[in-house]
Every structure is written in structure tokens, then in C-alpha cells.
């Protein structure tokens, strides 16, 4: 089964087609990632509408690209994936009309595609994961515990009652005058820091229920920056070290927590601690998690830095799981802004 997968819910342009064999096992035959860091970056973050016309500029030859490199023409594929949402609507729409419209032309099945869970499905492609696992999601705009129990069947055990942890490591970023996208640059910056010259709050440590509060700890940073103003290279090297401790702290202490859920809910441990999303790309964060792997009596899988961030392949990898088991969609189609992955989670938004 050949799967082309379209990405376009935020500020990466991206198409890519996947195999999947009758087994299951997955393969990632071209990965096309055409990044607008470059248009949003004079602005310190992503502009809606300049990435929705980034992406109808690039679009159709991001996807001939990933064709050409699959070697294969649109009759090839047996299926078109597009994430549908939840997303910036104006880039949604793009990638969602032009899936609709190959499929159309291809006369092949489209398959809507929830983004959060490509996120959630890519370690079964990369790491051939079986369900039930703990994912631990942690982009930009999310961070949420969930229990994947099988393709759509999605729990949610844990979400953050405020900032995600990607948009804190931007935020910080942006006031310790970092450039635009902030993680990576706060992740460099850590390495070379202190990590115990400021003792930040560690939010919601210890607590029963598995969810997450940045909002705290990025004011912390804030206060000890304006503080020390005019900030030294020292100065924003141990600011950087002191924060991501703090988050990594955080991040494993919540997924303990979510663990302990996890079973409540399951009846069992989870086959593997999944960690998907932008912020898996932290090395700092995978090597803390993979202790807490252990230490709750599981593997930890993180997908590659390349496809922990947004990508075409973890689009086309869901679209093949549905389309394996027949999940398709019509034309008709509507994206969406928001599409929570467990629409009886309260307060549910995306
Ligand atoms: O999944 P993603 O590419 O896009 C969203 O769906 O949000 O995640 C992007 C987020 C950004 O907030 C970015 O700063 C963060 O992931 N990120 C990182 C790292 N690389 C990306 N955060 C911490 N450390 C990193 N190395
Ligand atoms: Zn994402």
C-alpha cells in the first residue's frame, strides 16, 4: 500500500509517500519538508496568513517533489492523506483542497487526517509500537497524556491547564532575545549552561492527576531575566540550563503520574512510552524520559528528530493505517480548526 501524505496545518510545507506492508511494518519511501521559518521569523512566530500563501506558493511542488523522489506517478498510490486539523485554518484548507482534488483526478480513496494523530501513530512506523501505549504529545500549540488504544481510540489522561510546553521554550526564547523557532535555540543555549544557578519552580510536581502548568515557570524566567538585565551570554546560557532542568523535572514527574492513570484505565502498563511532537526533537528530554521509561517497567520509542516535528510522512503513515482498515472519506470533507483526539475530554479544544 503507497500513501501520499500532505501536511500544511501550521508552518511547515510538506508532502511525502509511505508504504505499509499486510504485516503492518511501515516505510518512509520520500520526505519532502519545505520549512517557512524564514517568512515568520522577522515576526518571532508563525503569522497566519502568511503561512497559508506559503503554502498555496509551494504546495503542488513540494508534493511533484516527494512523487519524483518515490519515483512513482498518482496512479501508483492507493490512497491520498491530508491533515484535515486541527491547524491554522488557511493552511488546512489548502492542503486539504488540493488532497481532495488529486484524489479526485487520481480517482483514488482521500483520507482526512487528524493531525495530532499522525503525531500519535508514528512510532508504530518507526518502531512498529503495538497498542495499548502511553503517548506523551509535545508540540507548540500541545501537550497531552494520552492512552492510544487502537487507530481513533484516543484517551486523554493529561493536558496543560496553560502553555504548551514547545510555545513555553519559545516564549522563553523570545524574552531572552533568542531566535525564532526558540526550542532548538534554548536546547544549544542549555548545553552550556548551569542548570542549579536558579532554582525555577518545578509547577504541579507530585500531584495525583497527570496534567501540566508552564505558565509559572516561564514568568520565573521572566522575573530572574529582568532582574539580571543587562543579561550576559553566562547569564542566557544558565537561564536556558535552569529552565529546561525545570521542564524535564516537570515533564517526567507528570508522565510517573500518567503512567499510574494509564493502568487504572488499561488494566495493564503500557507497551512502550511514546513521545511525539516537536519538543521530542530535546535530547536533554528524550535521555530524562528514558530513564522514566524504565523505572515505570516500559520501552521508550521517540520517533526521529525529523519526524517528532511536523512532517508528510506521519500524515501519510495515519492515512494508511485508516485506509488498512477502511476508514476513508468523502469530498465532502469539512477541515477544522480544533479536533480533539478524545472529544469526551472536558474542556477539550484540539
Ligand atoms: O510538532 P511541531 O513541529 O509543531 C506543532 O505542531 O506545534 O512542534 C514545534 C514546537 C515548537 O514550539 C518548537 O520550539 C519545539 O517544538 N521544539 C523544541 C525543540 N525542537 C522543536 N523544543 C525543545 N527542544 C527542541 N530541540
Ligand atoms: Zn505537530
Known amino acids: 500500500m503507497l500513501v501520499l501524505g500532505i501536511e500544511t496545518t501550521c508552518d511547515e510545507t510538506a508532502a511525502a509517500v509511505v508504504a505499509r506492508a499486510p504485516s503492518g511494518a511501515g516505510h518512509v519511501i520520500s520526505n519532502v519538508v519545505r520549512s517557512q521559518v524564514e517568512e515568520h521569523s522577522p515576526y518571532g512566530g508563525v503569522v497566519p496568513e502568511i503561512a497559508a500563501r506559503a503554502h498555496v506558493e509551494v504546495l503542488d511542488i513540494v508534493i511533484a517533489e516527494a512523487m519524483r523522489q518515490a519515483g512513482i506517478g498518482f496512479s501508483d498510490l492507493s490512497g491520498i492523506a491530508a491533515a484535515a486539523g486541527p491547524g491554522l485554518i488557511g493552511g488546512v484548507i489548502v492542503g486539504l483542497t488540493t488532497a481532495k482534488a488529486l484524489a479526485l483526478a487520481a480517482d483514488r480513496p482521500l483520507i482526512a ?51 504548551a510546553v514547545g510555545e513555553a521554550f519559545d516564549k522563553v526564547a523570545k524574552m531572552l532575545s533568542l531566535p525564532y523557532p526558540g526550542g532548538p535555540e534554548v536546547e544549544s543555549q542549555a548545553l552550556r549552561g548551569d542548570p542549579e544557578r536558579f532554582a525555577f ?31 550576559t551570554d553566562t547569564d542566557v546560557a544558565d537561564l536556558c540550563a535552569s529552565f529546561q532542568a525545570s521542564v524535564v523535572d516537570v515533564i517526567c514527574d507528570r508522565v510517573r503520574a500518567g503512567a499510574r492513570q494509564f493502568r487504572d484505565i488499561a488494566g495493564c502498563g503500557p507497551t512502550a512510552l511514546v513521545v511525539a511532537g516537536g519538543v521530542g526533537a530535546n535530547i536533554a ?16 520509542a521517540v520517533p526521529p528528530p525529523a519526524l517528532c516535528t511536523d512532517n508528510g510522512a506521519m500524515i501519510a503513515w495515519a492515512g494508511a493505517e485508516r485506509l488498512a482498515r477502511g476508514l476513508t472519506d468523502t469530498l465532502t470533507i469539512s477541515p477544522r480548526a480544533r479536533w480533539p483526539l478524545d472529544p469526551s475530554a472536558t474542556g477539550a479544544k484540539a
Open 113 to 163: 487526517v487528524n493531525h495530532l494523530e499522525a503525531h500519535a501513530l508514528t512510532a508504530r512506523l518507526t518502531d512498529g509500537v503495538a497498542f495499548p501505549y502511553l503517548l506523551l504529545l509535545v508540540s507548540g500549540g500541545h501537550t497531552q497524556l494520552l492512552a492510544v488504544e487502537d487507530v481513533g481510540r484516543y484517551r486523554r489522561i493529561g493536558t496543560t491547564i496553560d502553555d
Open 201 to 231: 519552580p518545578r509547577p504541579l510536581f507530585g500531584r495525583r492527576e497527570p496534567d501540566f502548568s508552564l505558565s509559572g515557570l516561564k514568568t520565573a524566567v521572566r522575573v530572574e531575566a529582568d532582574r539580571l538585565a543587562p543579561l
Open 285 to 300: 528530554i528524550r535521555l530524562a524520559l528514558q530513564k522514566t521509561a524504565a523505572e515505570i517497567g516500559t520501552r521508550i
